[in-house]
């Protein structure tokens, strides 16, 4: 029997609301938020057809719901800034540069995906773009971006470091470590905790003691805040003024994006399940941050049927040419298996630096 859940739970605390106003980024660049997203969802829908039909397997964890997370965040860096992700990325990885191509073949496990067929859903990653992995191990990401933070302040950068969890992470001992060594280091780390409420099915109130998660920052001292992680520009904001605090003084944050996933917690959990009811996803589903954002621009004069209809056509032939190849693609030969199993000489300093450091 699912559990209820009121109002007042859902929406503990204040958060940095709509973001009223489009101003600051221009036609094209509020076009190629949208357009991510869209891309985000549809590659999303693509993914779980092919796990329907066997030609993806293992675990599958989607996006739906959640896109303006990513995309707003992601908006906020510059190329040679990182970010790190829980098993949930796909969207993360595309936003921040990878290919719907190599990332539907790791999907289906091909030697022409991200991680040579060999990571699958859970293990995207990408040197050139600086995305530094899904990570399957609930909280394992954040000692890691905790240490990119470190390697960047020892090089004297001003790049920052997006590391980014669900909810469930914030009561595992890894968050608390990696916090507190972000404050008394000054490291340049933005935590971003995607609360969509669950933890595979237990609601975050059964949980946790106190539901305000972005006021744990206040115990280790570096700045936190909630955001409408439904709003594409009020999370766009919030992320864009942490990165600026932390290319200006090396300081972390602490932000929590209140949102809501669609689907179950991966696919083999139905929609609702057993700890949510049918009506409560509908009555999320009204907040859907895409139709939301389409609706605004519309309002504002800045995007047309025309230029959706436009734009959602090419997102579905960037997303159907990506199964085709994934599927096209060949599998990772017997040869392979002793590939990537040590790592070779200064290969650390290329992977994070993109340059060798003997």
């Known amino acids: 029997m699912a559990r209820a859940r009121t109002g007042a739970k859902r929406t503990a ?7 009223e106003s489009l101003d600051g980024p221009d036609r094209e660049q509020l076009h190629g938020l949208l357009r991510q997203m869209l891309l985000g969802r549809r590659f999303e829908e693509k993914a779980a057809e092919g796990y329907a ?5 293992g675990f599958c964890h989607l996006y739906i719901g959640q896109e303006a997370v990513a995309v707003g965040a992601m908006s906020a860096l510059r190329p040679d800034d990182y970010a790190l992700a829980a ?22 496990g091909k030697a022409a995906g991200s991680s040579h067929g060999k990571g699958g859903s859970m293990h995207l990653f990408s040197a050139e773009h600086r995305f530094l992995g899904g990570w399957g191990i609930v909280g394992g990401q954040m000692p890691i971006a905790t240490g ?43 935590f971003i905790v995607e609360n969509n409420w669950f933890g595979m099915g237990t609601a975050w109130d059964r949980a946790a ?11 280790y001292g570096m700045a936190g805040e909630s955001v409408d992680g439904m709003d594409v ?33 991966s696919m083999s959990d139905p929609v609702s399940g057993v700890y949510r009811t049918k009506e409560e996803v509908e009555e999320h589903k009204r907040r859907d941050p895409i139709r939301g954002f389409i609706h605004r621009l519309k309002e504002a004069g800045l995007l047309t049927d025309d230029e959706l209809h436009a734009m959602d056509d090419d997102v579905h032939a960037e997303v159907n040419d990506a199964v085709e190849f994934a599927e096209s693609s060949p599998d990772p030969g017997p040869a392979s298996i002793h590939e990537h199993v040590y790592a070779s000489e200064n ?12």
């Open 209 to 219: 003691s106190r539901l305000e998660i972005d006021e744990k920052a206040s115990v």
């Open 148 to 190: 990119v933070g470190w390697a960047i302040r020892y090089r004297g950068g001003d790049q920052v470091c997006l590391c980014f969890m669900g909810e469930a992470a914030v009561n595992q001992g890894a968050f608390h470590e990696s916090l507190n060594m972000a404050a008394l280091w000054k490291l340049p780390v933005i």
């Open 13 to 19: 605390g204040k958060t940095n609301g709509k973001r």
């Open 233 to 265: 520009m009020a999370v766009r904001d919030v992320v864009g003024r942490a990165v600026e605090r932390a290319r200006k003084d090396g300081s972390p944050a602490l932000i929590e994006a209140r949102c809501y996933r669609f689907m179950g917690h």
């Open 53 to 57: 039909i066997g030609r993806i397997g």
């Open 347 to 358: 290969v650390h300093g290329r992977l994070f630096f993109g340059e060798d450091h003997g």
């Open 87 to 108: 098993y949930r990325e796909h969207v993360q990885a595309i936003t921040r540069g990878m290919s719907a191509r190599e990332v539907m073949a790791e999907l289906h």
